[in-house]
C-alpha cells in the first residue's frame, strides 16, 4: 500500500521555525520526484517546492525562496521541508506529492499555523 505520511505542522509565532516531514512507503521513493503544495483556508492549492528523485535539483515558489528549504534522504524514505522566519500568510495545510511518469501520489496533509 503506498503513503506519504506527512507530520511535523504545529502552531508557531511569526518569526518562528517548523521542519516538516513527509514519510513514504510502498513506492520506490528514490525513483520519485517529490513536491511539498500549501492550502491555505478559503484559498486553492499552491505548489511550494520541489525536489529531484536524488535530491539534486530544487526549486521554490516565490513567496518561500530564501525561507524554506527542501531535502531528502532516500535511505529513509522520507522528506523534509525546513520553514524559517515564518509569516502568518504562510498558514496553510501542507501537503507532500510523488510523482514519476505519469503517477501521482498525495499525502493527507499537516496544518501549519503561523499566529501571535
Known amino acids: 500500500e503506498v503513503q506519504l505520511v506527512e507530520s511535523g505542522g504545529d502552531l508557531v509565532q511569526p518569526g518562528g521555525s517548523l521542519r516538516l516531514s513527509c514519510a513514504a512507503s510502498g513506492f520506490t521513493f528514490s525513483s520519485y520526484a517529490m513536491s511539498w503544495v500549501r492550502q491555505a483556508p478559503g484559498k486553492g492549492l499552491q505548489w511550494v517546492s520541489g525536489i529531484g528523485s536524488s535530491g539534486g535539483s530544487t526549486s521554490y515558489a516565490d513567496s518561500v525562496k530564501g525561507r524554506f528549504t527542501i531535502s531528502r534522504d532516500n535511505a529513509k524514505n522520507t522528506m523534509y521541508l525546513q520553514m524559517n522566519n515564518l509569516k502568518p500568510e504562510d498558514t496553510a495545510v501542507y501537503y507532500c506529492?510523488?510523482?514519476?511518469?505519469?503517477?501521482?501520489?498525495w499525502g493527507q496533509g499537516t496544518q501549519v499555523t503561523v499566529s501571535s
Open positions: 506529492g510523488g510523482y514519476n511518469l505519469g503517477t501521482t501520489y
